[in-house]
């Protein structure tokens, strides 16, 4: 036979002891189960083994009345061992049940007792008030809550139905303003949402799911990842995909609060910076841009021609170790999804302080460069300026100016097409010592607020785009070769040769610099290497250039901040800006870390809303490029779009060929696609 005892578990137990050893005891308990106890949760034991089943005793040891427990003991002492408790409230042949009921009761009731060490404490009378309001107001609470859940069923009820599943994907929530209860009963469909399949406790969402089911009369016939996405969506408790992608990869959103005064923010870099405020300085960006961080202006010299490169220099208002300063490191780039923007920098400041704003006033590290009438650089020289842009152009408005020659011309066109001349010199000679140029359209995914999507390619070899391009590669070539010349240690981007080159793979025709056809491109892309970030100069094998930097954009990259940092110790000689050698390596680690997760925020962003294009555009007709064999199929590119798809649907395509295809599936929720061929195919251009 076993001993009996009563331990402490969430609640107070009547247990069978099987085992004893060091400091933990096996059970057996009621529902014939096996647990086991550390010795501190053992609350009484009796004196010798049972002498009945323990289904016996859990009928026969009941609590007594703790009111009238107390009422008999109080006044005689504080505390009484559990077998004076026994004789005074029964009798001296008090039996094992007897003994145990009122050890229950004690620790039962925790406002008028307390139990330890083999003993019953008295609470007092302040005591017992204080524990009874607490009690009571958990008891409030606890039915408060009941009634929360409760309410939240039925919202999810009343607005959840098989139509939410079966009809076509909706784009705007049904419901606006979900109750926060219901929002925090269904976070586990959310959080299996972020994680996917690789989520740890997916069997808790599983089980949630099948809860839902059950109480709101629907049956689950999808893929429950897909399942819980429709119901959030339709809820209005997930609004955007993005919003997921964030939560994903752990993105950082909010940003710490500035000390009372901090704004307006004050230059504070001690630089004297020349007036350059009478020169027409225009910004050339797409109408999606926020963030103006460079912007260009020309004018006449004796001999030929200045042309200046103005970027932003948030640096100026920002100490090394400041809060901003520490904020921005800490992100080190900004995020660009599909529907939002996370910054660097908090974006009331960006646009207050930072951007290159027309009509206001700017600090600016600015890349003079004089050439002579025929367009060849002659000197280039770095400077801290003050300008005040007077135009903001669009690519579009660019381009068209310049491929229109009547009519009025504006005040900046002149400028521009001196830009036009030089941008072309400098890419003709990239190209003649080694860089390749890769066009391939810039794709902005515009989503409307009734979720509808709409496209804007911007193609890399328009006018606008190659003085753009080709100014910036030069400000940061130049930066690079300022680090090298003054032997300062610096942060450099490199890439090297393609392995395939070396082994003259006869797929890529490495000699053919520009004008690859599409299918070149794709192969060439292929064999890429990726560039490397780090304090190691070297050349950059697509850019074809010796040395290579990222200087252009500050006010979205902490490498551009640190770069300026550098420029302002070397040029303007204040060494105290400069970071060392050991931070610059830190800054490296980090920027690396970030600038790789960035890009995958960005890539998920960029595939669920392409994705979500093409689900909206089921019945379009689409060309696609055949670049690789694949099990059961091919695996193509649509033309224009750059995405990849699996094409089915016929054997004998030829790799480098065209086909027209129509969707015949698409997920973004879960990143699936597949298409099937509907004519012949085509040559490949």
């Not at 893929?223 to 995909?241: A, C, E, P, Q, T």
Request: net charge negative; proline share 4%; hydrophobic share 40%.
């Amino acid at each position: 036979m076993s001993e009996l005892i009563l331990y402490k578990d969430k609640e107070c137990r009547l247990a069978m002891i099987k085992d004893e050893k060091g400091g933990k005891i096996t059970l057996q308990t009621d529902d014939a189960k096996k647990v086991v106890i550390q010795k501190n949760q053992l609350i009484c034991r009796s004196a010798k083994e049972a002498e009945h089943q323990l289904s016996y005793y859990q009928a026969a040891i009941k609590p007594v009345d703790s009111e009238e427990l107390y009422e008999l003991l109080n006044g005689m002492a504080e505390s009484f061992t559990f077998e004076e408790l026994a004789q005074l409230y029964f009798s001296q042949d008090f039996t094992t049940e007897q003994l145990f009921s009122l050890v229950m009761t004690a620790a039962c009731d925790e406002i008028h007792f307390t139990v330890h060490a083999n003993r019953v404490f008295l609470r007092t009378a302040d005591e017992i008030a204080a524990l009874s309001e607490e009690k009571r107001r958990k008891d409030e609470e606890e039915l408060a809550r009941k009634a929360a859940l409760d309410a939240a069923w039925e919202w999810i009820r009343s607005n959840t139905n098989k139509e939410v599943f079966t009809s076509p994907a909706e784009f705007v929530p049904s419901c606006s303003e979900p109750p926060i209860d219901a929002v925090r009963l269904l976070l586990p469909l959310r959080d299996l949402l972020i994680h996917g399949e690789e989520y740890s406790r997916k069997n808790e969402s599983f089980r949630l799911i099948d809860e839902i089911c059950e109480k709101c009369s629907v049956v689950c016939t999808m893929d429950k990842i897909v399942w819980s996405y429709k119901l959030l969506f339709h809820l209005g408790i997930l609004r955007n995909d993005d919003e997921l992608i964030k939560r994903r990869n752990n993105l950082k959103t909010a940003y710490p609060p500035l000390p009372d005064g901090m704004l307006p923010l004050p230059v504070s870099d001690g630089i004297e910076r020349e007036d350059m405020t009478d020169l027409n300085v225009f910004t050339i960006d797409s109408e999606h841009t926020e963030d103006i961080d460079d912007g260009l202006s020309w004018k006449k010299s004796d001999d030929g021609y200045v042309f200046y490169v103005h970027i932003a220099d948030p640096d100026a208002f920002i100490r090394r170790g400041s809060i901003l300063d520490k904020e921005a490191f800490t992100r080190s780039t900004t995020v660009y999804m599909a529907t939002q923007r996370v910054s660097m920098f908090p974006p009331d400041i960006t646009y207050s302080h930072f951007n290159l704003t027309a009509g206001e006033k700017r600090p600016s590290v600015t890349l003079e460069i004089s050439t002579d009438a025929d367009y060849s650089i002659k000197s280039t020289r770095f400077c801290f300026v003050w300008i005040k842009v007077r135009h903001r152009l669009t690519y579009n408005e660019a381009d068209k100016m310049l491929e229109n020659s009547d009519g009025e011309k504006p005040d900046w066109y002149e400028a521009m097409r001196h830009f036009q001349k030089l941008s072309l010199k400098c890419e003709a000679k990239r190209v003649a010592d080694g860089a390749y140029l890769i066009e391939r359209p810039d794709i902005h995914l515009i989503v409307g607020d009734d979720g509808k999507i709409a496209l804007d390619l911007l193609y890399s070899n328009s006018a606008s785009h190659i003085i753009v391009r080709e100014m910036m590669i030069l400000f940061n070539k130049l930066t690079a070769e300022t680090m090298i010349l003054h032997r300062v240690p610096s942060i450099f981007i490199s890439q090297s040769s393609p392995d395939a080159l070396l082994e003259g793979n006869p797929t890529v025709n490495y000699e053919k610099h520009r004008d690859l056809s599409r299918y070149e491109l794709i192969q060439f892309l292929i064999t890429m290497k990726k560039s490397v970030t780090g304090t190691a100069a070297g050349p950059h094998f697509t850019m074809g250039l010796s040395y290579y930097t990222q200087a252009t954009s500050p006010i979205r990259r902490y490498l551009d901040i640190t770069e300026h940092r550098l420029l302002k110790g070397v040029v303007a000689g204040k060494k105290e800006l400069m970071p060392d050698e050991d931070e610059i390596k830190v800054i490296v680690a980090t920027i690396t870390a970030k600038a790789s997760n960035a890009a995958q925020c960005e890539r998920e962003s960029k595939n669920f809303w392409m994705l979500r294009y093409l689900e909206q555009n089921m019945d379009a007709v689409y060309k696609v490029l055949i670049t690789k064999k694949i099990t059961g199929g091919y695996l193509g590119e649509i033309d224009d779009l750059c995405v990849r798809i699996p094409v089915f649907g016929c054997a004998n395509l030829k790799i480098g060929s065209y086909v027209t295809v129509k969707l015949k599936k698409v997920s973004p929720i879960i990143g699936e696609s597949r298409a099937e061929i509907v004519f012949k195919q085509e040559k490949s251009k």
